[in-house]
C-alpha cells in the first residue's frame, strides 16, 4: 500500500496522502485509488495546484471519463472537463435567474450524478480553483449507513421496489425555470427504472435514489413520491453526512454508486465559485 486514506470522523470520507503531482500512476495506484473509493465513498486531495492535464490523468485512473453534452461548458484545451462557474465568459458573475444560475442551483437537491442513465457514472472528481469564503459547500450523504439504519417499516417497504429515475422531471422540477425541452431532445432521455436497494460487487447494499426519481415504480405517483420523500429524509439525517468546506486547490472524488450530495447555497450572485469536475462513466446497471 503506498497511498495512506486518514479517515475523516463518522467513518465516512477519507483524505488521501502521498498523491503528488509528478507520481506516475500506475496499475497498483489505479487498483489503491479504486479500492479507497468504494471504501470511503468521499476522497479528498488537498494541497497543491491540480492542472488540468494531471486532473484528466486522475479521472482516468478510475475509468472512462465522460464528455458532457454542453460544448460550451467545456474545458478549451480538455473537453473531458466540465466547468463549473458562475462566472461568466465576460468576467462578470451571473444573474440568480439566467441559465447558467439556474444550472447551478439545481444541485442543491440531493441527487447521485446522472442517475437517469441505463448504466449512470461511477464517480465524479471535482476541483476548486476559486470558492466563496462563505456557503457553497457540499454534503456528502452515505447511503451504506442510511439503508442500514433506515427504520424497519421503511427498510420493509424500499425492499425489492424500484424507482423511475427521468432527467426530463428533474429538469422540469428544477427549483429555477429552466428552458423546456423540445421532444427531439426529451427523446434522448427516456426515463430508466433501477432497484431501490443498490446492490454492489462485493454484496453490500445500500439506497440508490435522489433528485432524479420522478416515481416509485407501479405504485400511484403522489404516495410514491410522499413515500420517497419519507425516506429521503431519514436517509440525509445529519449523522449520515459529510459536510466538505472547499479550500482552493481542494479536489474531492466521490463514489456515486453509494453516495447521494447537493451543494450548499451561496451568494451566487455576488460571490465567484469556479470549480472543474470530471466524470468517470460507469461500466455495470445498477442491479
Ligand atoms: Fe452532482
Known sequence: MTLKFEQFDNQFGARIHGLHEDRIIGQQLVEELAAGLTEHGVLLMRGGEISPRRLVELGRAFGELEILPEPDKRHPDHPEIFDLTNVRKDGAVVDFEEPQAVFLRGTERWHTDSSFRKVPCLCTMLYAVEVPDAGGETQFANMYAALE?????????????????????????????????????????PAVSHPWVRTHKDGRQSLYMGGHVSHVEGMDLDEGRELVEEVLVAATKSEFVYEHHWAENDLVIWDNRSTLHRLRPYEISARRRIMRRVTVAGVDPVR
Open 149 to 189: 439504519q433506515l427504520p424497519d417499516d421503511l427498510r420493509y417497504v424500499v425492499n425489492g421496489k424500484r424507482l423511475i429515475h427521468s432527467y426530463v422531471y428533474s429538469r422540469a422540477n428544477n427549483p429555477g425555470r429552466m428552458d423546456p425541452m423540445s421532444p427531439e431532445e426529451e427523446a434522448k432521455y
